[in-house]
């Protein structure tokens, strides 16, 4: 049974957000401000975890940045509909999706369904060997699915679940384009829609990452009107 945990300042989203997620086989736990949180977090982390952006004591954005100095747990960010620069901002941070305020519960449960599959994925809960779980190399990276663990020229990159996947789909295939449908395919369920901006956000926040360990990585190269491609050295 996988724990999710809530949090957010509003009692009845939390009440009901709960509710549903329990009828869904899910354990549930709940916090009412981000500070709450993350001391339950620096106890134990949960499987998984959403997030409102706007709290007292510690907003979200600030709990997604103490957590992600730790874990690439899933996290879910809930906006409300005019806060399109903190969700751009969130992805950038590592966050792995958003859902917009008001929403469909059911939406949620598919997009959480749809980020715990992946991380299954890749930790590598599938039987046999496959194109998503061997070892890759391609020039200066190495990706490894089983462990969840990227480098660069031999340095460690630290991805979520979202980003891993990404860089796994673009590297796969180097020379190829990959266009943000097919990028969508490989983040998120078919059931699950996201927008160009959502993939352009990860991989902005992909490339930080791997520039934060060389400054003059340039191995994802964007396509404008088309798509990605990953370039091997």
């Known amino acids: 049974m996988s724990k999710i945990a809530l949090v ?25 401000d981000g500070q709450a ?11 998984m975890a959403v997030f409102d952006i706007k709290m007292p004591r510690m907003d979200g954005m600030d709990l997604l940045q103490r957590v992600r100095q730790k874990s690439k747990m899933p996290v879910i960010f809930l906006t409300s509909k005019d806060d399109e620069i903190d969700e751009v901002l969130g992805l950038r941070m590592g966050a792995d999706d958003y859902v917009k305020k008001p929403f469909s519960q059911r939406l949620l449960v598919e997009r959480i369904r749809a980020l715990l599959r992946r991380q299954e994925a890749v ?3 599938v039987v046999g060997e496959t194109e998503e779980t061997k070892l890759m ?61 959502t993939i352009d956000s990860h991989i902005k926040r992909l490339r930080k990452k ?5 400054p003059d990585f340039s191995a994802i190269e964007t396509l404008y009107g088309i798509g990605y491609r990953y370039n091997e050295e």
Do not use: C
């Open 137 to 197: 190399t391609r020039g200066s990276l190495t990706m490894d699915p089983l462990r969840h663990a990227v480098t660069w020229k031999g340095m460690d990159v630290s991805l979520t679940v979202t980003e891993f996947l990404l860089l796994q789909a673009l590297a796969q295939r180097p020379g190829f384009v990959k266009s943000r449908d097919q990028l969508m395919d490989v983040a998120y369920d078919d059931q699950v829609y996201v927008d160009d901006r």
């Open 8 to 32: 957010d300042d509003d009692r009845n989203i939390l009440t009901s957000v709960s509710m549903t997620l329990e009828a869904e086989g899910f354990e549930v736990e709940t916090y009412n």
């Open 123 to 125: 930790a590598g809960d």
């Open 37 to 47: 949180a993350l001391d339950a977090f620096n106890k134990k982390m949960p499987d």
């Open 210 to 214: 791997m520039r934060a360990v060389d």
